[in-house]
């Protein structure tokens, strides 16, 4: 399905059509006149047949048919343009419990302060927004990094994804590494799809990390702009434990840091040094967010992989390496660029913290690890 | 015998061209809101894609943990409800100074409903988008009863004259084929949201960007602690407002609704098209346009509601849950002011 197709304006194509047939009858003017008519009568009333069915067609056709990689509904004239915000439509007459703007889940907060929704257990109905964005056979793509020894997490990522990732959608997983030989075979459902692209390894594991927002940006420009409409950036030493869906999808979507999300601001791990393009000042910032799992529309991910990937360039011609590489540079970008849907940290997790009681169910956790085992570096 | 094969031959080309017209057309579909939407990207563009905030701006921290507990904010398809407390204007206000917006407002003031433009217009002044540009179109049978009320920089207002009407039922009507027609001809390239109000209301607090949004609902105040089976939805199958026994989400209002000008165009020209259909089957819904209105956003789902902060009613007492009166319809006398019972 294109994702960027052009609107189609047919009435010039009928009024050239109209012309054509003006210019065959002046050329056939000194033929039977007879037979000029009964043809012109024969081609008139064809193409009057025609013009009565595109329009009865075109009055059933529902506009928001377009397709997900600009908007819902509406479509985009190019790459680089946006239709308006859209809806998203509900097939008639599902069946569901009963919405409430007074009952529900309310020992957390659902909303930011620029209302974007956060996404917690129970604040949304699967049923309901699976129903709706199955019509639109969209495609996800999701990337995940496995260098060096960090293909031994790959299994469990792919066969969890397997379980819980959009089940039932139409998923495209790109791993990226620099043992090829090494990703393992995991069966896939139907519409599901892996490829692997080769990367060169790394003496050190911060240039793996600053690397990934160049290589998904490029993955986005080469082979996703047309055919992808959701992209999710995941890391590889983790599992998915619970449902990650359709209710995971929006614009642009950051995760929040499971290690964080209690914390003042002040004390938030940003980079605080005022020379590097991540730098964020104190009194300012919204949430931690995960270098480890974002996503979103695919040319708003583009944006920021491209965004990032350029200022990691810049501070490091100026020496200076942001505090937690990449995971700084989102964070920056995420403070100007507000995310339109938070995931709770039900969305990344660790399995070394101990559940908290806001925390219903674990999606996505990364596992217990020995750093010294497998990083290229200290 | 040669100029017969070669009139055939003509006639089968010309055919098979048209047949290929007729498939390209059929493979890349058109649609209205899609031309109207390529003319108008441009304009819209850069807000539509994520909110952009000034760098340095100084807020509260945001918590996900510390915050409105006692109500709602999102729906089950994730769209956020707008409470009081909800949101922080201080943040919101310079995301959309930035993008210079322009917001129209519709509303109907026919035969003796006129009486109640001038409360609407002059706290419209104190509460509605302060600070931004703002078209206020009237509707009006009356266009020399319309009150002269000074209007701040970046506001102003416009009269548009309309017939009077036998019936409130028609005059409720026909403001979807109005609006519809205003966008059309006027807000396609100017204005980038619209919100259609009822005139029998005054705003009484802060109605602002919060509310902005692609399709933009708001919950009628009477029936947000109800079953759905007590919603006044039309039952009738053969309406086209017809919503059946266990669906839709909640009873909207059809006093206060609005969003981007291309979304509410659309839901304008189907509210319009329907009304029309149920008129050729002599088939009133039974809140007319309201029914229409709830019909199209149970299929289309708002992409944000508002609370019903945003549209009370002066005759009801206040709720625990409401902290805030934005914009309410005030007490009148029914059969004083509508032309029929």
Not at chain 2, 64 to 90: C, H, Q, S
Not at chain 2, 127 to 154: E, L
């Amino acid at each position: 399905m294109p994702k960027f197709t052009t609107c189609w304006v047919t009435r010039n194509k009928l009024s050239a059509l109209f012309a054509l047939h003006l210019d065959y009858l002046d050329l056939q003017c000194e033929m039977n006149l007879l037979s000029i008519k009964a043809v012109s009568g024969i081609f008139l009333f064809v193409l009057l047949l025609g013009v009565m069915y595109n329009f009865n067609t075109n009055r059933t056709l529902e506009p928001s048919e377009k397709t997900e990689g600009t908007s819902v509904d509406g479509c985009a004239a190019k790459t680089i343009t946006f239709c308006p915000e859209g809806h998203l439509k509900s097939p008639d007459h599902l069946k569901y419990k009963q919405p409430s703007i007074i009952h529900g889940r309310t020992n957390v907060v659902t909303v930011t302060p620029w209302l974007a929704p956060v996404v917690w257990e129970g604040s949304f109905n699967p049923n309901l927004l699976d129903a709706i964005y199955k019509p639109k056979n969209i495609s996800i793509a999701a990337t995940v990094f496995a260098v060096g020894k960090y293909t031994m997490f790959l299994k469990d990522f792919l066969e969890t994804a397997e379980q819980h990732f959009f089940v039932g959608f139409t998923v495209h997983m790109h791993v990226f590494t620099d043992k090829p030989k090494e990703v393992p075979k995991v069966k896939m459902a139907a519409g599901r799809k892996l490829t692997v692209h080769t990367v060169p390894s790394a003496d050190r594991w911060q240039e793996i990390s600053a690397r990934r927002m160049e290589i998904i940006q490029k993955l986005i420009e080469e082979e996703l702009q047309d055919n992808t409409d959701y992209i999710f950036c995941l890391d590889v030493d983790s599992k998915f434990y619970d449902r990650w869906g359709t209710e995971s999808l929006d614009r642009l979507v950051a995760v929040i840091h499971p290690g964080y999300y209690k914390t003042n601001r002040d004390v938030l791990p940003y980079e605080r040094r005022p020379s590097s393009k991540a730098y964020i000042g104190l009194g300012e910032g919204d949430f931690y967010y995960c270098g480890g799992a974002y996503g979103g529309q695919v040319q708003e991910v583009h944006q920021l992989t491209k965004t990032c990937s350029e200022n990691f360039k810049d501070d490091a011609k100026k020496g200076i390496e942001a505090a937690w590489q990449e995971e700084s540079h989102l964070n920056r970008y995420m403070w100007i660029n507000k995310p339109t849907k938070l995931l709770s940290p039900e969305y990344l997790w660790q399995d070394f913290k101990s559940k908290e009681p806001e925390i219903h169910t674990i999606r996505f956790s990364g596992v217990i690890k020995n750093y010294a085992a497998i990083r290229p570096n200290a | 015998m040669n100029s017969l094969n070669f009139k055939s031959v003509t006639v089968i080309v010309l055919l098979g061209l048209l047949l290929g017209v007729m498939y390209t057309y059929k493979t890349y579909r058109v649609c209205d809101p899609c031309e109207l939407t390529v003319r108008s990207a441009v304009t819209i563009i850069t807000h539509e894609v994520h909110p952009v905030s000034p760098d340095h701006l100084k807020y509260k921290q945001p918590s996900i943990i510390n915050g409105r507990k006692d109500v709602v904010t999102v729906t089950p398809w994730l769209a956020p409800v707008v409470w009081e407390g909800t949101f922080d204007p201080d943040l919101l206000n310079p995301i959309y100074k930035a993008q210079n917006l322009s917001i129209a407002a519709s509303v109907f003031a026919v035969g003796k409903y006129i009486k109640f433009l001038r409360d609407f217009l002059e706290t419209a002044e104190l509460h509605f988008f302060v600070g931004f540009n703002v078209h206020i179109y009237v509707f009006t049978d009356q266009p020399k009863a319309v009150p002269q009320v000074k209007m701040a920089a970046g506001r102003q207002l416009s009269v548009r004259s309309v017939p009077s009407a036998k019936r409130w039922q028609e005059i409720s009507a026909r403001r979807m084929e109005l609006i519809q027609e205003l966008i059309e001809a006027e807000l396609h390239g100017n204005n980038d949201y619209i919100f259609c109000l009822d005139v029998d209301s005054k705003f009484h607090g802060h109605w602002g960007v919060e509310s902005l949004g692609g399709l933009v609902a708001v919950i009628h105040p009477g029936y947000y602690k109800d079953d759905r089976s007590v919603f006044p939805y039309e039952r009738r199958p053969l309406s086209t407002a017809y919503i059946a026994p266990g669906e839709g989400d909640f009873y909207y209002c059809g006093g206060a609704f609005g969003g981007h000008v291309g979304e509410v165009q659309q839901l304008a020209k189907t509210c319009r098209q329907n009304f029309r259909d149920d008129a050729e089957r002599e088939i009133e819904a039974a809140w007319q346009e309201e029914s229409h209105l709830n019909r199209y956003m149970w299929i289309n789902k708002p992409s944000k509601i508002l609370s019903p902060e945003y549209l009370w009613q002066d005759f009801k007492s206040r709720e625990p849950e409401i902290h805030i009166i934005r914009f309410s319809g005030v007490v009148k006398n029914y059969a004083e002011i509508r032309p029929n019972i």
